[in-house]
């Protein structure tokens, strides 16, 4: 059910001509798009998905999530809980303190972890991964500047902030923002990742769907206010998408305009939560307007560099020179001839490797099958994509969850196609930005794969060799 208002542009204020403009150029630029909805005075005017992606699937957020852990804390600040010139170390007990506790440190407060300047010369995020007592280690971690003077991008930081919350709640973040924040704008989808210790990871990790999504960024512009009530204090939200500190330190410009609470400052008087590999709630207070868009690429300000060049003018009311959008938006499986035969034997994978991939058979009739197992954290058992030519094939039983609902499925999409003499298969997971190729050579003895993520935190490229 929809939970936004729909209208036509013209009813708000836009030109539809400059929208489908707008959308010709997201869909030839060179990131890969997936969803895409624009509101206008609180009405969806534009929403998009290019096939096989759909606007009602959950989509892992990645740092967007840090917009949804700030909430939480100013709504625990709003009930007493905490403020934000709290000393971090206060919260933790003496077994998760460092043997001496450095002055930086005990200087470091609630409003450091929210603002990147906890003094840290580098983002703990990969420190906290390496251990399962991720409180601990990063209350070990060397401060190496007096916080509050340097913004370092620490996504460790909002997972700290999670776990203060749920140490003063009893609840990880995800139960106590669902009767606060999710239920009252319908995410009722909502999960979110929690991390070895038992806490959600709050830097990263939340799925929710484009229109959730949307309705996030609109509470966000009507500072607080949903359907009437004031869910969440409209101060909050005015500190939080402020510049707090500056952040001119970045590279890119979209990323050096300030920083506020989780929330980034952009250009055009703008603020957003954004994520990896292309992950955008963007609003635009100037012009009542709110842009979501997930997609797939490592050049994120190529997304907002199209934004500004597209749809900034059709907001400001500029003409536009018309382009029509394409008829079909989708992203197509490859195409190549179909591949050969395979030989019907299993090749099996060891259970270390990137991928997850546990073994492979390649059939007569051309078709391929890969076992997967731990595609996501705590899937529970191995999971079968059987890949072959045509068109995107579509399995849903991807990645059982332990800790969510046990009837939430991931759609995934497959395709098969030949290159050279090598069997070519492309998986589409399509509740993240992720695109796995396996490029298997011809089997023998063993069975050798090139594989390629199409985005990763890690390496892109490499090859597994199947046990002998």
């Not at 999670?162 to 973040?173: C, K, N």
């Not at 709050?202 to 229109?211: K, Q, R, V």
């Not at 500072?223 to 204090?233: A, I, N, T």
């Not at 890690?458 to 597994?464: A, I, K």
Request: proline residues 6%; negative net charge; contains cysteine.
């Amino acid at each position: 059910m929809s939970r936004l208002a729909r209208s036509t542009p013209e009813a708000q204020g836009l030109s539809a001509a400059a929208l489908d403009a707008f959308v010709a150029a997201l869909d030839a630029s060179t990131p890969e798009i997936q969803t895409v909805m624009l509101l206008r005075h609180g009405h969806v005017v534009l929403e998009e998905a290019w096939s096989p992606y759909r606007l009602t699937d959950p989509h892992l957020l990645f740092s967007v999530s840090k917009s949804f852990t700030s909430t939480g804390v100013g709504l625990a600040i709003d009930a007493g809980l905490l403020s934000l010139d709290d000393q971090v170390i206060s919260f933790f007990e003496p077994d998760e303190l460092p043997a001496t506790i450095s002055d930086n440190l005990a200087a470091m407060k609630v409003r450091h972890l929210l603002t990147m300047t906890t003094g840290h010369s580098q983002d703990t995020v990969e420190a906290l991964s390496r251990d399962r007592r991720m409180i601990k280690v990063f209350l070990g971690l060397d401060v190496d500047h007096e916080p509050g003077t340097v913004f370092v991008y620490d996504t460790g930081a909002t997972y700290m902030l999670s776990a203060i919350l749920q140490r003063l709640t009893g609840e990880r973040l995800l139960d106590y923002l669902r009767p606060r924040l999710f239920e009252p704008l319908g995410a009722t989808e909502a999960s979110w990742q929690v991390s070895t210790e038992g806490i959600t990871v709050g830097g990263w990790g939340l799925s929710i769907n484009t229109e959730s999504l949307a309705c996030f960024g609109q509470l966000v512009l009507q500072r607080g206010v949903w359907e009437g009530k004031q869910l969440v204090p409209a101060e909050w939200y005015e500190a939080a998408t402020s510049k707090q500190v500056p952040n001119d330190n970045q590279d890119n410009p979209d990323w050096k305009q300030g920083y506020g609470f989780q929330f980034w400052r952009g250009r055009h008087d703008t603020y957003r939560g954004d994520g990896a590999f292309g992950q955008f709630c963007l609003v635009f207070p100037a012009y009542d307007a709110v842009l979501i868009v997930t997609s797939a690429t490592e050049d994120m300000q190529a997304i907002l560099n199209t934004v500004w060049d597209h749809l900034l003018p059709a907001l400001e009311g500029k003409e536009v020179t018309p382009v029509a959008r394409p008829s079909r938006l989708e992203l197509a499986p490859p195409i190549g001839a179909a591949p050969a035969g395979g030989n019907g034997q299993t090749y099996r994978f060891a259970d270390d490797n990137a991928t997850g991939l546990t073994a492979v058979r390649l059939d007569p009739d051309g078709t391929g099958t890969f076992t997967f197992a731990g595609l996501e954290p705590g899937a529970t058992d191995p999971v079968d994509i059987v890949c072959e030519p045509g068109d995107w094939r579509e399995l849903t039983s991807v990645g059982v969850l332990k800790e969510a609902d046990p009837q939430v499925r991931q759609r995934v999409v497959s395709s098969a196609h030949a290159d050279g003499d090598k069997f070519v298969a492309t998986i589409r997971f399509l509740e993240t930005p992720f695109v796995l190729t396996l490029a298997c050579h011809p089997p023998t003895d063993h069975l050798t794969i090139d594989v390629t993520q199409n985005m990763s935190f890690g390496p892109t490229s490499f090859t597994v060799t199947s046990e002998a």
